[in-house]
């Protein structure tokens, strides 16, 4: 029997197999192609494939959630004519076992954690850019957006379905060590795919985004995100702030890290609260010799107890343990205190690195004890093509949640 996921998946497959067979010729804006056609059909192709087991065992569900998910990216980069180029992009993702977890669209909620995973196929990335201007490129279309460290705006690369966006943007780099960014966004494709009511908002917000690297012993970045969301309106937000992180080299391969930063944040628009919350990072540590020990606290202010600091694009898994208990601020803020030990190895075992990370949660308004968490990593980067990695979080709760390990296994290929 064919049905939707059968037809579906076979176009995938078949197209990847006709576009990786392709002859191609890549072409760079510093090799420009003679002709449209040209352009187009010396292209550069690329496949990313992911295919990952997650456990979940939560305190309040008699049953773990157990999902085997893969994710597949196809794309095609054209070359450039007359300083135009363009990315097409697809992703499909399927459970390919059982489905004994919560993918939030499948009705199990009842029964099982959740791993927000739903199968889904769509495009992923489509967008035009010019670089035809000194220093300056201009892209609009769907796009995958990292701005720094993720923080406040990123594509969710964990998850198996990217939150990207439909955008207007522009990267300026005509000044000596300067980056400058801004975007217009008017829709947000979340992690959740296309067959969720939460799967897409509607927007009509601006980011601004400047970097200048021409210091010593680090960079410095200002920023404005200026969130206007017309589906969630206490999403609406104006993100304001400075960011400082480097590195000063103090021996032979030795280092001093430090971060730096502060936001301020207040509602906007048709964001009924009425805030301003503040944001703060403070993180010092060492590096030598493959060898990184840091410390971090990190603050997501509070309203009195009546709101959080809200960070509704960003990379969440990224941040305040990998359990993911803090993806929504508490109402009364979050203070959170981690240690982080990471080693890359060198010689043999190139490629393979370790890292644990332990937290201390807190609220910001009260001082209340929300609970630890402890975060391990192995990863092995096989070649540039293949990787491999097993990551476990476990979160013990005091006042916050409930009790929560998850353990992921994670194969990765890209060509």
């Given at each position: 029997m064919f049905t939707v996921r059968t037809v579906?998946?076979?176009?995938?497959?078949a197209s990847t197999t006709a576009i990786l067979s392709m002859p191609m010729t890549a072409h760079s804006a510093e090799d420009p192609a003679d002709s449209l056609a040209e352009a187009v059909t010396g292209g550069t192709a690329y496949l990313n494939v992911r295919l990952r087991y997650e456990n979940v065992d939560q305190a309040n569900f008699t049953e773990d959630a157990n999902a085997f998910t893969i994710r597949t990216k196809l794309g095609?980069?054209?070359?450039?004519?007359?300083?135009f180029s363009g990315v097409v992009e697809f992703e499909d993702s399927r459970n390919l076992a059982d489905e004994k977890y919560n993918n939030t669209i499948n009705g199990l909620g009842a029964i099982y954690p959740v791993v927000a995973d739903p199968s889904h196929t769509e495009?992923?990335?489509?967008y035009l850019s010019f670089t035809g201007l000194d220093g300056t490129k201009i892209s609009a279309g769907r796009q995958s957006i990292n701005l720094g460290n993720q923080r406040f705006v990123g594509t969710v690369g964990w998850r198996q379905n990217d939150q990207n966006l439909d955008s207007v943007t522009v990267v300026n780099t005509s000044l000596p060590d300067t980056k400058f960014f801004y975007g217009y966004v008017w829709n947000v494709n979340r992690i959740f795919g296309n067959d969720s009511p939460a799967g897409d908002h509607s927007s009509n917000s601006h980011l601004f985004n400047a970097e200048y690297s021409g210091f010593e012993y680090g960079t410095v970045t200002a920023y404005a995100y200026l969130l206007d969301n017309n589906d969630v309106a206490g999403f609406s937000t104006n993100t304001?702030?400075?960011?400082?992180?480097?590195?000063?080299?103090?021996?032979d391969k030795t280092h001093v890290l430090y971060e730096l930063e502060y936001a301020n944040q207040t509602d906007a628009k048709d964001n009924p609260g009425d805030y301003s919350v503040n944001y703060i990072l403070a993180s010092g540590g060492v590096g030598f010799a493959?060898?990184?020990?840091?410390?971090?606290?990190?603050?997501?202010?509070?309203?009195?107890?009546?709101v959080g600091?809200?960070?509704?694009?960003?990379?969440?898994?990224?941040?305040?343990?990998?359990?993911?208990?803090?993806?929504?601020?508490?109402?009364?803020?979050?203070?959170d205190l981690y240690f982080t030990g990471a080693y890359k190895f060198d010689g043999a075992l190139k490629g393979l690195k370790a890292a644990a990370t332990y937290h201390k949660f807190t609220s910001r308004f009260g001082d209340v004890d929300y609970g630890t968490e402890l975060d391990l990593l192995v990863a092995y980067a096989i070649d540039k093509n293949y990787s491999v990695a097993v990551k476990y979080a476990d979160y013990n709760a005091d006042t916050y949640s409930v009790d929560t390990r998850k353990l992921w296994f994670t194969i990765g290929l890209k060509y």
């Open positions: 579906t998946r076979s176009l995938l497959l095609y980069k054209t070359g450039t004519y007359e300083g495009v992923n990335q489509a304001i702030g400075v960011r400082f992180a480097g590195k000063a080299k103090v021996a493959g060898a990184s020990l840091t410390a971090t606290y990190e603050s997501l202010g509070s309203d009195d107890g009546n600091f809200a960070t509704p694009l960003a990379t969440l898994h990224k941040f305040n343990g990998w359990a993911d208990k803090f993806l929504a601020t508490p109402a009364a803020g979050l203070d």
